[in-house]
């Protein structure tokens, strides 16, 4: 079945380096979110991209959907503590009636 | 105060035991979805509904059963049939099902154990 695969699974930074973790599909998407999810939180809604190499940028974090609308990437200049937490990637088959099929999420560890 | 509920946060039964996690939303969503989170796989699709009184399969439904009888409530029953139940389970809505997916807003989770 559809697959969407995300690394690094896990990810220890220095307070102020940055992070990138990457997504990619086995087939091309209709849209893409992105999710934090805290420790012992639970997922929160941070953006979507839906058009073919979007950028959009919140702040410190940088999202962009690849050309071919398969890959996608989450970058985050000059981490602070409170980035710690899951990033989870969810993409969306142009074929599905709204299923969301998630990446098995980054791990971001940052040392202060 | 809009949102998810779950309860309870935490749950333990016994093997064999059917258990019932419930889920309600104030937001009047039309879709509902549950999901199962384990170490380092990410979020599982069990069931989704996308209107009252009708659901879908997700990717690991066997062993789980839905019911969406009112459109805020979408309750998840564990059954015996489930090999292995323990996990984070997280029950999430969104305003509408269409080709251009909408955000899921998620519950606080239930994390359940059976020993």
């Known amino acids: 079945g559809q697959q969407v695969m995300q690394i690094p699974q896990y990810q220890h930074v220095q307070e102020g380096e940055d992070f990138t973790t990457y997504c990619n599909s086995s087939t091309t998407l209709s849209n893409i979110q992105w999710y934090k999810q805290r420790p012992g939180g639970h997922p929160v809604f941070l953006i979507q991209l839906v058009k073919s190499g979007e950028v959009k940028k919140q702040k410190r974090l940088t999202f962009q959907f690849g050309e071919a609308k398969k890959n996608s990437s989450l970058h985050i200049t000059a981490t602070q503590t409170t980035d710690v937490g899951t990033y989870f990637c969810a993409g969306k088959k142009s074929s599905n009636t709204g299923k969301l099929i998630f990446g098995q999420g980054t791990t971001l560890q940052v040392k202060p | ?115």
């Open chain 2, 1 to 115: 105060d809009g949102g998810i509920t779950q309860s309870p946060k935490y749950l333990f039964r016994k093997e064999g035991q059917n258990v019932t996690l419930s889920c309600e939303q104030n937001l009047n969503h039309d879709a509902m979805y549950w999901y199962r989170q384990d170490p380092g796989q990410g979020l599982r699709l069990i069931y989704y509904s996308q209107i009252v009184n009708d659901f879908q399969k997700g990717d690991i439904a066997e062993g789980y059963s839905v019911s969406r009888e009112k459109k805020e409530s979408f309750p998840l029953t564990v059954t015996s049939a489930q090999k292995n139940p323990t996990a984070f389970y997280l029950c999430a809505s969104s305003p509408t099902v269409s080709t251009r997916a909408r955000e899921q807003y998620f519950g606080p989770g239930t994390r359940l154990t059976v020993t």
